[in-house]
């Protein structure tokens, strides 16, 4: 089965906040595509099996442009567990307390749902942010 969605999303560049063409489209057979327009007719495109991965990939491309996707799965506190991808295709993902292990429902958003420009970051920030998480005393993941 296929479904598609679209709707608008807040790309920042700089101090600059637009609303920009965004799509998502969850095939059962294909996993997910993302595409993203601006309103200049410029547009990018991704795909994945799942949400986290798919919008990662689209974050790459537009990430050297100066780009940033206000959504929640673009927080530099923000991360996918295996539990969210296995049960909601990475559509949620875990904002990360700095003072203790997330919790299940409280901790968990939409991962295209907005985000302020002042939490967002980019892929590789998002990534460090994750490693100094995890390396935290008082949580062991392997």
Same mark, same amino acid.
Not at 37 to 48: I, L, Q, V
Not at 56 to 76: D, S, T, W
């Given at each position: &089965?296929?479904?598609?969605?679209?709707?608008?999303?807040?790309?920042?560049?700089?101090?600059?906040e637009e609303r /920009?063409?965004?799509?998502?489209?969850?095939?059962?057979?294909?996993? +997910?595509?993302?595409?993203?327009?601006?309103?200049?007719?410029?547009? /990018?495109?991704?795909?994945?099996?799942?949400?986290?991965?798919?919008?990662?990939?689209?974050?790459?491309?537009?990430?050297?442009?100066? +780009?940033?996707?206000?959504?929640?799965?673009?927080?530099?506190?923000?991360?996918?567990?295996? &539990?969210?991808?296995s049960m909601t295709?990475?559509?949620?993902?875990?904002?990360?307390?700095? /003072?203790?292990?997330?919790?299940?429902?409280?901790? &968990?958003?939409?991962?295209?749902?907005?985000?302020?420009?002042?939490?967002?970051?980019?892929?590789?920030?998002?990534?460090?942010?994750?490693?100094? /998480?995890?390396?935290?005393?008082?949580?062991?993941?392997?």
């Amino acid at each position: &089965m296929i479904r598609s969605h679209r709707d608008l999303l807040a790309v920042a560049k700089g101090d600059v906040e637009e609303r /920009w063409i965004f799509t998502v489209t969850d095939d059962d057979d294909k996993g +997910y595509a993302l595409s993203l327009e601006s309103p200049s007719g410029d547009s /990018w495109e991704s795909r994945a099996w799942n949400a986290w991965d798919a919008l990662r990939k689209l974050r790459e491309k537009v990430e050297p442009l100066g +780009y940033r996707l206000c959504c929640n799965g673009a927080r530099v506190d923000a991360y996918v567990s295996p &539990m969210s991808i296995s049960m909601t295709d990475g559509g949620f993902v875990y904002l990360l307390p700095s /003072w203790r292990q997330p919790r299940l429902r409280k901790d &968990m958003v939409e991962i295209f749902a907005y985000a302020p420009p002042s939490k967002v970051g980019t892929v590789s920030e998002q990534d460090e942010f994750y490693d100094r /998480w995890k390396r935290r005393w008082w949580i062991h993941i392997v």
